[in-house]
């Protein structure tokens, strides 16, 4: 049995399960240095929410901050998450975008790619696996762990398969909801060592308080890389912490090689950023504790986030339980989706509205309607006819072919519709992506450039008066 591996989340998945992924690049450099001495298996840095957050809410761009770990990370593979057609994004969006996309994250410093889709719908994730080997880059399928009256080892077996075939280098199973028990993932990951060549990963949440427990039965199955964050940013709706589990297994056959005091050290300077984040209120107690609903309702700690937000704006914070009922419901009316983004939001957004409003489908966002028409993929389980007639109406024909196959090349446009903004070629791919948000951060950094050409001036003058 071969040493395992760990990827740290610290710099992704830990801040984006905790706090909104609101840490900024200035607090993550100073322990870039010691964070590559580790021996990781690879830094998870750039991708899932990090992108929109560096944009919407630090006013900082997401390619400098890549640029930058990267300078730091000279001898550990730098990781993201891609969200396959829908790249950081909650929409599909045209091929050229999702491969020019890949070419310049491979360019700027990220060495793996882990690819999923909302639907394990293996045509969603074609050209961004494709674009990803074209550019040498590692590219990590993944199967998105759910539970349903669908969702077996055999399902799972044949999507492992799916990915292989499509030149997966290497296989997550992406835990997002912790849900994985842990003799299911002794079961899962024996299953897929059996069956497929390739490394298999595990990425957990600890929000149920079982991952702990689940990451040993897999590492016993012969899982080759687990998913750990570094204390102070571990646990709850984050991932188990990196210290402990190193520590279990020292001096075992499965010793990672890691040095737990190495890692404290790390983790002391991480404590205080953590306390940062809880006194300004982005860090709640909801995020740090177990939710057995987890369980109950399969909705991830993200989602339960959010769907206590949108009671709290339409004031009826008081139906949060008959909104966790609901959810199910919903999910099994659209076809069992895994709930991950964007199907999280779709699925949490409709039960709101269906306990909201007192009856059922009253009223339907058009993110609903696009996932019964099939504009997300096709879903694990066929919708019921009745559903897509309550939905899309009697005359509706959800299409069945690959989503993106209808969407226009979109490269040309968007550099144009952005020109006057462009300082970097990356800068058509923010705008792409997050059109609005991009031309808010343009806009924040003319004026910030502006405002030091100023600064330099008035410094001139008054060392060479006029």
Same mark, same amino acid.
């Given at each position: 049995?071969?040493?395992? /591996?760990?990827? %740290?989340?610290?710099?992704?998945?830990?801040?984006?399960?905790?706090?909104?992924?609101?840490?900024?690049?200035?607090?993550?450099?100073?322990?870039?240095?010691?964070?590559?001495?580790?021996?990781?298996?690879?830094?998870?840095?750039?991708?899932?929410?990090?992108?929109?957050?560096?944009?919407?809410?630090?006013?900082?761009?997401?390619?400098?901050?890549?640029?930058?770990?990267?300078?730091?990370?000279?001898?550990?593979?730098?990781?993201?998450?891609?969200?396959?057609?829908?790249?950081?994004?909650?929409?599909?969006?045209?091929?050229?975008?999702?491969?020019?996309?890949?070419?310049?994250?491979?360019?700027?410093?990220?060495?793996?790619?882990?690819?999923?889709?909302?639907?394990?719908?293996?045509?969603?994730?074609?050209?961004?696996?494709?674009?990803? /080997?074209?550019?040498?880059?590692?590219?990590?399928?993944?199967?998105?762990?759910?539970?349903?009256?669908?969702?077996?080892? %055999?399902?799972?077996?044949?999507?492992?398969?799916?990915?292989?075939?499509?030149?997966?280098?290497?296989?997550?199973?992406?835990?997002?909801?912790?849900?994985?028990?842990?003799? /299911?993932?002794?079961?899962?990951?024996?299953?897929?060592?059996?069956?497929?060549?390739?490394?298999?990963?595990?990425?957990?949440?600890?929000?149920?308080?079982?991952?702990?427990?689940?990451?040993?039965?897999?590492?016993?199955?012969?899982?080759?890389?687990?998913?750990?964050?570094?204390?102070?940013?571990?646990?709850?709706?984050?991932?188990?912490?990196?210290?402990?589990?190193?520590?279990?297994?020292?001096?075992?056959?499965?010793?990672?090689?890691?040095?737990?005091?190495?890692?404290?050290?790390?983790?002391?300077?991480?404590?205080?950023?953590?306390?940062?984040?809880?006194?300004?209120?982005?860090?709640?107690?909801?995020?740090?504790?177990?939710?057995?609903?987890?369980?109950?309702?399969?909705?991830?700690?993200?989602?339960?986030?959010?769907?206590?937000?949108?009671?709290?704006?339409?004031?009826?914070?008081?139906?949060?339980?008959?909104?966790?009922?609901?959810?199910? /419901?919903?999910?099994?009316?659209?076809?069992?989706?895994?709930?991950?983004?964007?199907?999280?939001?779709?699925?949490?957004?409709?039960?709101?509205?269906?306990?909201?409003?007192? $009856?059922?489908?009253?009223?339907?966002?058009?993110?609903?309607?696009?996932?019964?028409?099939?504009?997300?993929?096709?879903?694990?389980?066929?919708?019921?006819?009745?559903?897509?007639?309550?939905?899309?109406?009697?005359?509706?024909?959800?299409?069945?072919?690959?989503?993106?196959?209808?969407? $226009?090349?979109?490269?040309?446009?968007?550099?144009? %519709?952005?020109?006057?903004?462009?300082?970097?070629?990356?800068?058509?791919?923010?705008?792409?992506?997050?059109?609005?948000?991009?031309?808010?951060?343009?806009?924040?950094?003319?004026?910030?450039?502006?405002?030091?050409?100023?600064?330099?001036?008035?410094?001139?003058?008054?060392?060479?008066?006029?």
């Amino acid at each position: 049995m071969a040493k395992v /591996k760990i990827t %740290e989340t610290v710099l992704r998945d830990a801040h984006q399960s905790l706090f909104a992924t609101r840490m900024t690049t200035a607090e993550m450099l100073p322990i870039m240095d010691k964070l590559d001495k580790v021996g990781y298996n690879s830094l998870e840095c750039w991708g899932g929410a990090t992108f929109d957050s560096c944009l919407r809410f630090l006013n900082e761009d997401p390619w400098e901050r890549l640029r930058k770990i990267k300078a730091k990370a000279k001898n550990t593979p730098l990781q993201m998450l891609l969200r396959g057609q829908n790249i950081l994004g909650y929409k599909h969006y045209p091929d050229d975008v999702v491969e020019y996309f890949v070419q310049k994250a491979v360019y700027n410093g990220i060495d793996i790619i882990r690819i999923f889709d909302a639907l394990n719908d293996p045509r969603n994730l074609e050209t961004a696996m494709r674009a990803t /080997k074209k550019e040498g880059g590692h590219a990590q399928g993944t199967i998105c762990y759910t539970i349903s009256e669908v969702h077996t080892i %055999e399902q799972y077996l044949k999507d492992a398969r799916g990915l292989v075939d499509a030149g997966a280098d290497s296989i997550c199973v992406k835990d997002m909801a912790g849900l994985l028990l842990p003799y /299911k993932a002794h079961e899962l990951i024996t299953a897929l060592k059996e069956e497929v060549d390739i490394p298999i990963q595990l990425h957990c949440h600890a929000t149920a308080g079982t991952a702990n427990m689940t990451y040993l039965k897999a590492i016993e199955a012969g899982v080759d890389i687990i998913d750990t964050a570094i204390s102070p940013l571990s646990s709850g709706t984050a991932q188990p912490a990196t210290e402990p589990l190193v520590a279990s297994l020292e001096g075992t056959e499965y010793d990672t090689g890691l040095d737990v005091n190495f890692l404290n050290e790390i983790a002391d300077y991480f404590r205080p950023i953590r306390q940062k984040y809880i006194d300004l209120g982005l860090y709640s107690t909801k995020s740090m504790g177990v939710n057995i609903k987890t369980l109950l309702y399969q909705v991830p700690g993200g989602m339960l986030s959010n769907l206590i937000n949108q009671l709290k704006q339409a004031g009826r914070e008081d139906l949060y339980e008959a909104v966790l009922e609901e959810v199910p /419901k919903v999910r099994a009316d659209f076809g069992f989706p895994p709930l991950v983004t964007p199907s999280s939001q779709i699925v949490g957004t409709q039960a709101v509205m269906n306990v909201i409003a007192g $009856e059922r489908y009253k009223m339907i966002p058009k993110e609903s309607k696009d996932l019964v028409e099939g504009r997300y993929g096709t879903t694990p389980v066929p919708i019921k006819q009745e559903i897509i007639t309550k939905i899309l109406g009697p005359d509706a024909k959800p299409i069945n072919h690959r989503p993106a196959d209808d969407i $226009e090349p979109g490269l040309d446009k968007f550099k144009n %519709e952005m020109k006057e903004y462009m300082e970097q070629d990356e800068d058509i791919l923010s705008y792409a992506v997050f059109p609005k948000v991009a031309v808010n951060y343009f806009e924040f950094r003319r004026a910030q450039k502006y405002q030091i050409d100023q600064d330099m001036v008035d410094m001139e003058n008054k060392v060479h008066p006029v």
